[in-house]
């Protein structure tokens, strides 16, 4: 086991704190008529929304000052070929500022920020749409369209792809340095043994499945729905996390947040990966694997929530969100059969 410590300087370094009157300043590099600016809610970035007078809407992302610039020339050129290689599939995409730049750098006390405007996506996020709402359909539309995404992003390449995030499953070692912030002893015991788990009967066969470019986070913070069907995806936010890794990272993230939201490993990832597998099929050996990454994945949120909010408590009800729910739900997950439940899950899809 490699208990060497890592560092992860943007989950480390403070959100940015720009004031509304700055972004707008800010705004001005993109635009030349009044805008309307308000606060959107962030963890490590700063966003604002942006209004015209036309009643057009963008987003202003000042991204953290640990971010390199490179991982966000990444997400603009990862937006850039989506809108090339299916325009169909409703995401944002990177602005010109006036000057004809994605991206341009700005200083405040001595820290220097990154700043980019995208598009802004209408829709109600999945997050606002209760639980009884979220029905089967909405989940197959939801893997649909990250299988549709996935497709697209195959043949996308970057120098800046190989980053390493923490929230990627590729980073589960690199969890253990932060299990002492947990001081709930059951808790602990159970983030322990889905470590262990991954190192004993995963991180051997993960390292031999198929690699690209994922989204890595389609969470209900993420996703929209359409306003006149709330059982189809409006489309999908936020490229933060994205990353080069096994292909079945990017299924296994949707499916850890609609397992915490039902309760149930096999009902909470039956119908994403039905949606999901009828558009970019999986292949055996990543079925194979998918429970147990699902549940992984749930520790890691579960694992990185208690030690941010440790690090930033003046963010921590936005970190910790639904953290009891999380940590309630994987003491039950970790102690079934996840080849049992991958063998129901393959069953399924025919």
Known sequence: MDNMITSFPVLEHPAPSFTTSEALEFAKLWFKEALDVSPLVSERDQNFLLTNNESEKFVLKIANAAEPVEVLDFQNQAMNHMAKQDSS????????????????????????????????????????????????????????????????????????????LLWDLQQTPSLHQHLSHIKDKNNLLTAQKTLDHFQDHIASKFSLLRTQVIHNDMNPDNVLVKHSDSSQVAGMIDFGDMVHAPLIN??????????????DLFQGTADILKGYHSTNPLQEQELDLLPSLVVNRIAMTAIISEWRAKEHPENQDYILGNINRTWEVLNRLHKQEYADIAERLKNSLG
Do not use: W
């Not at 341009?104 to 820290?111: F, I, K, M, V, Y």
């Not at 990017?250 to 309760?263: F, H, I, L, M």
């Open 89 to 164: 599939l409703s995401l944002p995409r990177a602005c010109l500022s006036l000057d004809k730049k994605q991206i341009h750098r700005l200083e405040l006390n001595g820290d220097k920020h990154f700043v980019r405007v995208v598009t802004y996506l209408r829709g109600k996020l999945l997050d606002d749409l209760p639980n009884n709402k979220r029905n089967q359909d909405l989940m197959v539309s939801m893997g649909r369209f990250l299988g549709r995404l996935d497709c697209g992003l195959s043949g996308f390449s970057h120098p800046a792809a190989g980053h390493a």
């Open 250 to 263: 990017d299924p296994a993230v949707a499916a850890a947040y609609q397992t915490v939201s039902c309760g």
